[in-house]
């Protein structure tokens, strides 16, 4: 069985992305595919393989889009060219970047306002009022969070960060082929696991009730710890089923309410003119993280501990670390070239994060300029 019903449609299992595409497709017959990827996607094998799966008789439009960090000024330019092509359904395939892209994009094509009305700060999620188009994403490794889930971080016209968060900002369907990951470096796969490993540590610590996303949670923290403990070049169809697998649980656990990892990450690139790394982010600030916690008594008797198998905190976080520790990751945040200064602006700006009540005790500034001081 391959079909999941969760928060969408989720077709998962090796070389599926063929079949399900065209069956998503097929069943929507009448309609446009808009297709969305970079310009590298759409020449990538997996790009040969997405054109493979799209139905003859069907009407195809591709958009090649371009960046790091997805911006309203892309998105209304999405939008206007999907609406000017009479709408129909968008495929966005590729990097989470992409996804995104195409969330804010469907957002603004049955919406006629600015983005910024939908920040969830401001209760934008309340705003959305009329059915979106339908969205098939297509993930890489290095887009399968955002392929499951109905967030985005979107730059605004005037250059201020938001979030973007409901659930009907959810993919209609996700294609989870974990064939299309077989290629990718040992980099990319590590910053996929430390990705998983760290959104399902966080939900497991939050004080919100969600037995369900506990249970996915657990699943999603062995699989993704495992994952990491047995990187490799070599092209093992199992290993990156179970790395998928993990960014799977990690990006359905994410209803349970993100926390400060996500809340100084955000905060980091939000304040900074350049993308940065956000896996190479978590990879260093996750130990530190657990360190706070531990000595604020909140990893006691956690969900985590139980996952772990330790009764003292601080050998959950010794062995959280040591998994983390020798990843083929950037050692220090001056490595990403994060500056005192953009320290200084984020840490400044995450205290005041909407995110902190999901966290199991609550910092104040001093706590996170600490935090991220050292492993500057």
């Known amino acids: 069985m391959t079909l999941i019903n969760y928060l969408n449609r989720v077709h998962f299992a090796e070389n599926v992305l063929e079949e399900a595409l065209w069956a998503e497709l097929d069943r929507r017959t009448g309609q446009t595919a808009f297709l969305l990827s970079t310009a590298n996607g759409f020449d990538s094998d997996l790009g040969e393989r997405l054109k493979a799966g799209l139905p003859k008789k069907m009407r195809i439009v591709t958009c090649n889009v371009s960046g790091d960090i997805p911006s309203e000024a892309e998105a209304r330019q999405v939008a206007s060219r999907f609406a000017g ?3 129909g359904v968008l495929v966005a395939f ?9 969330k804010a994009a469907r957002l603004l094509a049955s919406h006629d306002t600015r983005l910024a009305r939908f920040a969830e700060s401001e209760g934008g999620a309340a705003r959305i009022t009329r059915p979106l188009p339908d969205l098939i994403a297509v993930p890489t490794l290095q887009g399968f ?3 499951f ?6 730059r605004l016209d005037d250059g201020t960060m938001i979030d973007l968060a409901s659930p009907v900002l959810a993919p209609t369907v996700t294609i989870g082929d974990p064939s299309v990951a077989l290629s990718e470096p040992v980099s990319v796969q590590a910053g996929s696991g430390v990705e998983a490993v760290t959104l399902c540590i966080e939900a497991l610590l939050s004080p919100n009730y969600n037995p369900p996303a506990n249970g996915i949670a657990l699943d999603g923290l062995n699989r993704g710890l495992q994952a990491l403990s047995s990187l490799s070049n070599r092209p093992d169809p199992a290993a990156r089923r179970e790395l998928m697998a993990a960014c799977m649980n990690a990006a359905l656990v994410q209803q349970k309410g993100l926390g400060l990892a996500h809340a100084i990450t955000g905060s980091l690139c939000a304040e900074s003119e350049m993308p940065l790394n956000k896996p190479a982010i978590k990879r260093l600030l996750l130990p530190r993280l657990l360190d706070f916690y531990a000595l604020n008594g909140a990893l006691a008797r956690s969900p985590l501990m139980d996952a772990m198998g330790f009764t003292n905190p601080c050998d959950t976080v010794k062995a959280i670390s040591r998994t983390l520790r020798d990843l083929p990751l950037p050692a220090t945040l001056s490595d990403l ?3 005192a200064d953009l320290v200084a602006r ?3 700006r995450a205290a005041r994060h909407r995110v902190l009540s999901n966290s199991p005790c609550r910092p104040v500034l001093a706590d996170i300029q600490t935090l991220l001081t050292a492993i500057l």
């Open 85 to 87: 092509q009479g709408g």
């Open 94 to 102: 590729g990097r989470g970047y992409v996804i995104n892209l195409a």
């Open 145 to 147: 969070v955002a392929g």
């Open 149 to 154: 889930n109905g967030l985005a971080a979107i």
């Open 337 to 339: 070239g994060i500056t």
């Open 346 to 348: 984020a840490s400044a």
